[in-house]
């Protein structure tokens, strides 16, 4: 039986989110592909789908700090795809990322949080 996203990431929160990000990131990356602005596309499309690779790596881990370490590694391609949005909305030319910045943050708090707790219980 095979399962779809929506049903197998429905109990976890940052599964779904991040996975759905992801989407509308590939989204973006075509948008900054079509206007041939190649290496935005190709930093954007990396970092962005590796937050929710992280995250869903994580899932796996071997350990209690395996799993803070891969949630930190998402917080880093967070970090470095805020930077891109960022400039990509202060270049003329570039299709605005403004859109994507909230749920990214979201993902980043709630990412954030997990982290947290986590190292609580190390």
Known sequence: MQ????????????????FEFAIEIVKYSLILEDQK?????????RCGTSIGANIKESQNAESKNDFV????IAMKEADELEYWLFLCNECEGFPSSTHLLDPLHQIMKITTKIIHTSKQKI
């Open 3 to 18: 399962f779809t996203q929506q049903e197998k990431y429905k109990d976890n929160i940052i599964l779904k989110l991040s």
């Open 37 to 45: 602005k190649y290496i935005f596309s190709r930093q954007i499309l």
């Open 69 to 72: 370490h891969k949630l930190k």
